[in-house]
């Protein structure tokens, strides 16, 4: 997919960066200068312009992360995210992907999320991934093929959850230097990181961090067990040390809403060195699903609106994964964005939706995305016209139903074949519950974008 101007970009972006290393604050315009000859997409150049605008202000809470990842994080690091992924996922990736979509006929993701392992050192209440086999592994060789092959649909960003991880550590150091061309995230809960982890992150420069953690002290080891906080904090710190990239991964449910919504909570990530926060909401799969633990929708409207103003107002990247579906449009699982391969090597349409009608180790990438229930996906996408409703369990549950019935996609919890009705059915209430609430907001938030568009 690398073309000669894809090469020369890189060089650019190279040059620029050994230019601002000189003095990083000073020096930065000068790459904004040269992303604007190289953008090509509308909103790409919508982008740069906003990021010349947010950097020219020091008092805007945008510009400040910018200048954050420009003093606080190592040169390495720094160079391989903005050609990883600025250059090869952004600028490159996505259009010939876009051309590829149309080439297939099927939905090709931006990233591909992946399962070294489904084992795990912890055991948190109500875990998604605890109805996976935890003796499930995919080899080195297979996770290579994955990104080999996605590579040649423009995939760039690959991201790796578990079970936990950095089981795997070895492995995935290894697949950054073999692939110093992608840019890796993985979701962990962190009690395996040490000092020469941290060490070898910032010297392949290409992986980042999102640490679970989800509160303070009592909040977080009420699912994750006894003193797990006091590992994630000390791992936080050597992070930060060695000038490493990564932020927080927070699950908002019943109980614990009010605490990482909070503006102590997201300070204190700030303060340890967070550049970005993923929250997610708690979804009931599995046997041991603790229903009580599903967020009201009271809940959830509190963080649709405390999100929103924590961006406006904090030097932090914050994404919440279900209430931002305005912003990309409704669901952006099922390959359209992104999808999930387990450990077992089952592809599922998301990390959320345990079903599925191929194993990677029988087919590619390609012909996956191109299988039944991610071809579902692609033509009912999106399940809402409400986008603030986007996900087809917790929001549209009648839409998951009918896919998997109709592709025959058989269940890939080996310790629970969840029946989609039963699952289904947990949902029904919530999700009409939900939807009282998010017409109204969604009818709000479209107005207010007429009323701006029209000044």
Not at 19 to 39: C, M, Q, R, S, T
Not at 115 to 142: H, I, R
Request: proline share 4%; net charge negative; aromatic share 10%.
């Amino acid at each position: 997919m690398k073309g000669a101007k894809q090469f020369l970009s890189a060089a650019m972006v190279n040059q620029g960066i050994r230019y601002i290393e000189k003095d990083p604050i000073e020096n930065f315009p000068k790459l904004i200068n040269w992303a604007e000859k190289i953008v090509i997409q509308d909103n790409h150049k919508k982008a740069v312009k906003n990021f010349r605008k947010w950097y020219e202000d020091e008092d805007n809470n945008w510009g400040q992360l910018m200048r954050r990842v420009l003093t606080e994080i190592h040169p390495n690091v720094r160079k391989k995210f903005l050609i990883n992924y600025i250059v090869n996922s952004g600028i490159y990736g996505l259009p010939y992907a876009a051309k590829l979509k149309e080439k297939y006929d099927c939905n090709i993701p931006w990233a591909v999320l992946m399962d070294p392992t489904a084992a795990c050192n912890l055991k948190c209440t109500g875990c998604w991934a605890a109805e996976y086999d935890k003796a499930d592994s995919m080899s080195y060789e297979l996770l290579d093929r994955i990104i080999r092959e996605g590579k040649e649909l423009g995939i760039y960003m690959y991201i790796f959850s578990g079970g936990e991880p950095l089981v795997r550590k070895n492995d995935i150091i290894k697949l950054c230097e073999e692939h110093d061309d992608c840019m890796f995230l993985a979701f962990t809960n962190a009690t395996l990181v040490d000092e020469e982890f941290s060490k070898e992150m910032t010297r392949v420069g290409n992986l980042l961090l999102a640490i679970s953690v989800e509160g303070f002290e009592e909040e977080n080891d009420m699912r994750r067990g006894e003193g797990t906080y006091q590992k994630v904090m000390k791992a936080m710190d050597i992070l930060r040390e060695d000038g490493n990239g990564f932020g927080f991964s927070a699950c908002y449910h019943s109980q614990n809403t009010d605490i990482i919504g909070s503006d102590e909570y997201v300070d204190l990530m700030v303060e340890k060195g967070c550049l970005f926060g993923w929250y997610f909401t708690y979804m009931p799969l599995g046997k041991d699903a603790v229903p009580e633990l599903l967020v009201t929708p009271e809940q959830r409207e509190f963080m649709y609106h405390k999100i929103r103003a924590m961006r406006q107002e904090k030097p932090i990247f914050l994404i919440d994964f279900w209430n931002d579906g305005e912003y990309v449009d409704g669901c952006i699982a099922g390959g359209r964005n992104y999808l999930h391969i387990n450990a077992n090597g089952d592809v599922e349409p998301c990390a959320f939706i345990h079903y599925s009608n191929v194993n990677i180790k029988d087919v590619s990438l390609l012909e996956a995305l191109q299988s039944p229930l991610f071809m579902q996906y692609r033509d009912r996408q999106p399940f809402n016209d409400n986008h603030l409703r986007p996900c087809p369990l917790l929001d549209n549950p009648d839409h998951l139903k009918e896919m998997v019935l109709k592709t025959g996609a058989e269940s890939t919890q080996p310790e629970d074949k969840e029946d989609v009705v039963d699952l289904t059915d947990k949902c029904q209430d919530v999700a009409k519950e939900w939807a009282v609430i998010a017409d109204r907001l969604w009818e709000e938030s479209q107005k207010a974008k007429v009323e701006k568009a029209n000044k």
